[in-house]
């Protein structure tokens, strides 16, 4: 079994950074594809980057040349720095792991952009 676990969200003004992390616990991690969804009030689940196990990383559009995804496999885990944030960036964010049998998600952690 798998557990995500976010961390580094929090109220940050517009313009600002944050930067996420997620730790996995298990053995599958170095070998797994991870991502970075998020889901604001009333909006469905959209995806926001992803990393492979080779290092690619793909972004959706809305994040490009703001946001970095990047992971250390010797520590079991995916960052997501943030940068020039945006009010419609408020969103509560999870963390995912790829797998064969669908993957895992983690409890989410909360961004909030200010004016």
């Known amino acids: 079994q798998v557990q995500l676990v976010e961390s580094g969200g929090g109220l940050v003004q517009a313009g600002g950074s944050l930067r996420l992390s997620c730790a996995a616990s298990?053995?599958?991690?170095?070998?797994?594809?991870m991502g970075w969804y998020r889901q604001a009030p009333g909006k469905q689940r959209e995806w926001v980057a992803s990393?492979?196990?080779?290092?690619?990383?793909p972004y959706a559009d809305s994040v490009k040349g703001r946001f970095t995804i990047s992971r250390d496999n010797a520590k079991n885990t995916v960052y997501l720095q943030m940068n020039s944030l945006k009010l419609e960036d408020t969103a509560v964010y999870y963390c995912?792991?790829?797998?064969?049998?669908?993957?895992?998600w983690g409890q989410g952690t909360q961004v909030t952009v200010s004016s």
């Open positions: 298990g053995s599958i991690f170095s070998s797994s594809a």
């Open positions: 990393i492979t196990s080779g290092g690619s990383t």
């Open positions: 995912r792991m790829v797998t064969s049998n669908g993957g895992y």
